[in-house]
T-cell receptor, first 114, second 112 residues
Framework: GAVVSQHPSWVICKSGTSVKIECRSL??????MFWYRQFPKQSLMLMAT?????????EQGVEKDKFLINHASLTLSTLTVTSAHPEDSSFYIC??????????FGEGSRLTVL | SQQGEEDPQALSIQEGENATMNCSYK?????LQWYRQNSGRGLVHLIL?????REKHSGRLRVTLDTSKKSSSLLITASRAADTASYFC????????????FGKGTRLSVIA
């Protein structure tokens, strides 16, 4: 089946630094990818829709200047958490839609901001 | 928002028993999907049921969909300890390339 690779799987950083998370579709092209955030024991909350070659669409309440999304190619979307704070610590998951409409998910990236 | 709501939020059963999880949603959907998530891991797609389908099977999984009640159920038969995970339902609407909207999930514990 289709595979979505997410990197890094975990990262620890200091407050004020920026962290970039990559999401790659390995064996298919994805014009649209989605970024989710998940707090412990909670559900996935959609943050933004990443569109190849255009600006991302952010959900209400998600700061676009805080969470920069770039979808530069049909197989890669990146999420950059800028000026990270401890409250940004979370599990971030990306997904990409396959040709059949099914969504495939990355393994997630756990961010811990000290 | 058409966020799904699963119940129960947590379920603990003995190995070999069946586990049933329910999901309700709010608006019209194109399809409903069930996903599994092991702790700290990504999501694994289990099964997709379209709005014009009522029941679907895949191995030990059985999914039903009642669009009149805006609800779905996931049945796992003959559960195994390895089935221990969180299970989420997610829906997509008809309008274009829309993302999945997830429910809160059911945490299933299967005790050996």
């Amino acid at each position: 089946g289709a595979v979505v690779s997410q990197h890094p799987s975990w990262v620890i950083c200091k407050s004020g630094t920026s962290v970039k998370i990559e999401c790659r579709s390995l064996d298919f092209q994805a014009t649209t990818m989605f970024w989710y955030r998940q707090f412990p024991k909670q559900s996935l909350m959609l943050m933004a829709t990443s569109n190849e070659g255009s600006k991302a669409t952010y959900e209400q309440g998600v700061e676009k200047d805080k969470f920069l999304i770039n979808h530069a190619s049909l197989t890669l979307s990146t999420l950059t958490v800028t000026s990270a704070h401890p409250e940004d610590s979370s599990f971030y998951i990306c997904s990409a839609r396959g040709e059949g409409g099914e969504l495939f998910f990355g393994e997630g990236s756990r961010l811990t901001v000290l | 928002s058409q966020q799904g709501e699963e119940d129960p939020q947590a379920l603990s059963i003995q190995e070999g028993e069946n586990a049933t999880m329910n999901c309700s949603y709010k608006t019209s959907i194109n399809n409903l999907q069930w996903y599994r998530q092991n702790s700290g891991r990504g999501l694994v797609h289990l099964i997709l049921i379209r709005s014009n389908e009522r029941e679907k099977h895949s191995g030990r999984l059985r999914v039903t969909l009642d669009t009149s009640k805006k609800s779905s159920s996931l049945l796992i038969t003959a559960s195994r300890a390895a089935d221990t995970a969180s299970y989420f339902c997610a829906t997509t609407s008809y309008s274009g390339n829309t993302p999945l909207v997830f429910g809160k999930g059911t945490r299933l514990s299967v005790i050996a």
